[in-house]
């Protein structure tokens, strides 16, 4: 431990550890796990467009799978009843085909980020239940259906519980029933039937939370529907969640099949609450005092930050057998949603590359991680 917060500190004395971001000979996270795990990055759309060139070489030199962060949301893909918007979603696809990545869908059912239509007629009532399955087997079939054999794994459901355990009641569940869930799962299988298919959320570390993700999972597995992994959202700060909590979800989600980490960024903001997870509603009005890192990030948060995500990657490390992902949510600090939640315009610091695409202390000390075990 000692050895290696010398070596981060010595790393802020040289700015970037002798890192360049886009060229030379420099490790790369895809090389220095690749015997343990993918480990990939969301896209957003300037990046699939090619409009930001200078992140799409981190992600080509550093990862080797990707996610969208955006593009391949119901609203993004399906915004009206007849009308699809593919193009995106295709760039997305045909970006990590080209570079031979594992590629994420994400995400076919979600209470967020689905536009008001599926839910409601055309005077805005709520549809019936038949009304909204049906809509849901279109969408699935033709989003699922149309990456088949393209996306390797679908987040087929996402988000469906409260912190608490229980179901959350979305317009999925209010309309549908329970029943939507293994609805969803099926219905992806039948589109694809190779692809790999997770349920998804966030603040899995905490028990009653991760007690029943395994409850719904494990409800599905044994009616036969297939679902193959729980991809654990890693919305997490600087303090918490402990290592210990991460380990249990890790340890029990692989009894029921493949773990990953997804949309994985480290917090250093304070934030007015004791908030944690993401709930997009969650949001307050934008207050400078809890935008302290205007000018970039202080030496000692730095480090910080470095051990935080050294000290996360070698517990994966550790549960190599059991990980099958670990994703980053975006590739610089300027792209991250933090930027933007739970309050807007304040400036984030969570990812591991900077405003300047060039790599933090964190990415050295990460690929230190993997010699302690
Ligand atoms: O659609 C509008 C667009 O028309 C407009 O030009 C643009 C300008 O601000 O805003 C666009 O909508 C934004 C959208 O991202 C697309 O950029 C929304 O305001 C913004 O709220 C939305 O945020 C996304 C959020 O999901 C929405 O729930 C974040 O980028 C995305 O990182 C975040 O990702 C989610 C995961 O999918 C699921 N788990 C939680 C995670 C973090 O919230």
Request: aromatic share 10%.
């Amino acid at each position: 431990m000692i050895k290696s917060k010398l070596l981060i500190t010595a790393c802020l004395a040289i700015a970037s550890c002798g890192f360049v971001a886009t060229k030379g000979p420099e490790e790369s996270l895809k090389k220095v796990f690749k015997d343990d795990f993918y480990v990939g990055a969301a896209l957003n759309g300037r990046q699939v467009s090619g409009k930001d060139p200078k992140a799409i070489a981190i992600v080509e030199h550093q990862f080797n799978s990707i996610s969208p962060e955006n593009l391949l949301k119901w609203e993004s893909v399906h915004p009206a009843l007849d009308k699809y918007n593919f193009a995106p979603a295709d760039a997305y696809v045909a970006f990590g085909q080209k570079n031979d990545m594992f590629v994420v869908g994400h995400n076919l059912v979600w209470h967020n980020q689905t536009p008001d239509w599926v839910f409601e007629d055309t005077q805005g009532n709520a549809v019936s239940k038949d009304v909204l399955q049906k809509r849901m087997a279109d969408h699935i079939s033709t989003v699922a259906g149309r990456y088949k054999g393209k996306i390797g794994g679908w987040d087929v459901v996402n988000e469906a519980l409260n912190d608490d355990g229980t179901l959350r009641e979305s317009k999925w569940y209010k309309i549908v029933g329970e029943e939507y869930l293994a609805d969803a799962f099926r219905l992806a299988h039948e589109a694809d039937p190779k692809a790999e298919l997770y349920y998804n959320d966030y603040n899995l570390w905490k028990p009653a939370k991760r007690d029943g993700a395994i409850r719904l999972v494990r409800n599905l597995q044994e009616k036969g529907v297939q679902v193959d992994g729980i991809g654990m959202q890693g919305h997490w700060g600087l303090e918490s969640p402990s290592i210990e909590q991460i380990e249990e979800s890790i340890i029990a989600f692989s009894k029921l099949g493949k773990v990953m980490i997804t949309e994985f960024e480290i917090d250093v903001l304070p934030n007015p609450s004791n908030r944690s997870g993401a709930d997009i509603d969650a949001t307050f009005a934008a207050d400078e005092k809890y935008n302290i890192y205007k000018n970039g990030l202080p030496d000692d948060v730095q480090q910080q930050l470095a051990q935080r995500y050294a000290d996360i990657f070698a517990l994966f490390h550790k549960h190599r057998d059991k990980i099958s992902r670990v994703t980053f949510w975006g590739v610089t600090d300027a792209d991250s949603w933090l930027n933007d939640w739970p309050m807007k315009g304040r400036t984030s610091h969570p990812l591991l590359f900077d405003r300047n695409y060039q790599p933090k202390p964190a990415l050295k000390a990460i690929i230190n991680s993997v010699s302690k075990n």
